[in-house]
Structure formats: C-alpha cells, structure tokens
C-alpha cells in the first residue's frame, strides 16, 4: 500500500532549540496534514496544507507542501516543554478521501 | 472542526469476547473512520462508515472480526469480536469535517480521544 516515510523518528533536543521534521513519499498527495499525540489522546491537527508550495504557520509552528506534492515538513520554533509528544504527518491521495500516516516522530525535550 | 466522544475510554477484556466501542459526534458528517494505532505504532486504517451502506474495509481487516454500524451521521460503532491479546491496541474514530470553503477533494480529519484496549 501507500506509505510516507516519516523522519526522524526520534528527537532529543533542548528547550529553547528549533526542531524540523519530514516526510516524504513515491506518491501524490492533494492534502497533507500534521498532528500532534500526546500519551492516552487522539491526535490533534495542527497544520493543514492544500495547495502544492503553500507555506502555513500556527504560532511557532510552520508547515509546508512540497512542490512537487510528495513531501511536506514541519518546523517548531522555540522549543518548549508542552511541545514533548509524537508528531504525525498525514497526506490524502488524489481521488480518496481516507489518509496515509507517517510512522511519527517523538520529540522529547530536555529542560 | 468536530467534537468527537468515544466510549470507552479504556477496557481490560478477557480473550474470546467482544467489546463494541461508541463513537458520537457534535455534527452531521458524511465519513467516519476507524483506524487502529498498536503499541508504538502509527495509525492504520480498519475501514470507512458510511451512513445507509456498509462499511469499506481496508486490506487485512474483515467484517467478521470488526464489525461497524453507522445508523445515523452522527453515530458509529466498532466491535472488535473474538479478542486475542493481539487486538491489544488503541481504536480511534475519526470524522472529515472540513471547514466551509475547502474543495471536494480536500479532506480536514478530526479524532476522538481513543479507545486502550488490553486484552488478557
């Protein structure tokens, strides 16, 4: 089946640092979207993107679509404690209404 | 967005039984989701409710062993059957609810808190 390849899928960073993270995929996607897990909830969405290039912020958190609609990243500015959890990416194939997932990337943050 | 509630929360169930967990939202909506995340996993699609038809399942999973309803758009179960520890998982619904003003071809998916499935 379809996949996204998700990386890294780990981070250890300091509170403070900036983080990035990507995800990339053989396929077209016209929708990619990024969420957020923490331990014992669903994921929350925090970025949509729908547009090939569009480039979307949510506070210190900054999305793109790729250009050529196969891969996305997420950047985090500033790091800060609440920003520990898992990251998703999520893209939606042409035609389709259902997502693919990336396998997450765990952010853990030292003070 | 959608305000998604999903019951249970969490069970503990013996091997062999059935649990059939609830998932109801604040608003119409035409597809519901069901996807399963195991322990340290990403989520993978069980299948697509849709109202007035049967669910469409994906690869791997089968209408025996999960079972959906979808009576109404605001309204779906997911009855895992015959539980063997590895069902232990978290079972999450999930909504499109995009907000007015994006294409037909472009999805905006909510998820309800999570079902913790343990299975003994």
């Known amino acids: 089946g379809q996949q996204l390849n998700q990386s890294p899928q780990s981070m250890f960073i300091q509170e403070g640092e900036d983080v990035s993270m990507n995800c990339t995929s053989s396929s077209i996607f016209n929708t990619w979207l990024w969420y957020k897990q923490d331990p014992g909830e669903g994921p929350v969405l925090l970025i949509a993107l729908y547009k090939a290039g569009e480039l979307t912020s949510n506070g210190r958190l900054t999305a793109q679509f790729g250009i050529t609609r196969k891969d996305s990243f997420l950047n985090i500015s500033a790091s800060i404690p609440s920003d520990v959890g898992i990251y998703f990416c999520a893209g939606q194939l042409p035609r389709a209404q259902k997502l693919v997932f990336g396998q997450g990337t765990r952010l853990t943050i030292n003070p | 967005s959608a305000v998604i509630s999903q019951k249970p929360s969490r069970d503990i169930c013996q091997r062999g039984t059935s649990l059939t967990i609830q998932c109801q939202v604040d608003s119409q909506v035409t597809m519901m989701f069901w996807y399963r995340q195991q322990p340290g996993q990403s989520l993978t699609l069980i299948a697509t409710?849709?109202?007035?038809?049967?669910?469409?399942?994906e690869s791997g999973f089968v209408i025996d062993k999960f079972p959906i309803s979808r009576p109404n758009l605001t309204f779906s179960t997911l009855t895992v059957s015959n539980m063997s520890p590895e069902d232990s998982s978290i079972y999450l619904c999930?909504?499109?609810?995009?907000?007015?003003?994006?294409?037909?071809?472009?999805?905006?998916?909510?998820f309800g808190q999570g079902t913790r499935l343990t299975v003994v």
């Open positions: 999930s909504v499109d609810a995009r907000r007015p003003g994006l294409r037909d071809w472009n999805t905006e998916a909510f």
């Open positions: 409710a849709n109202q007035g038809s049967e669910a469409t399942y």
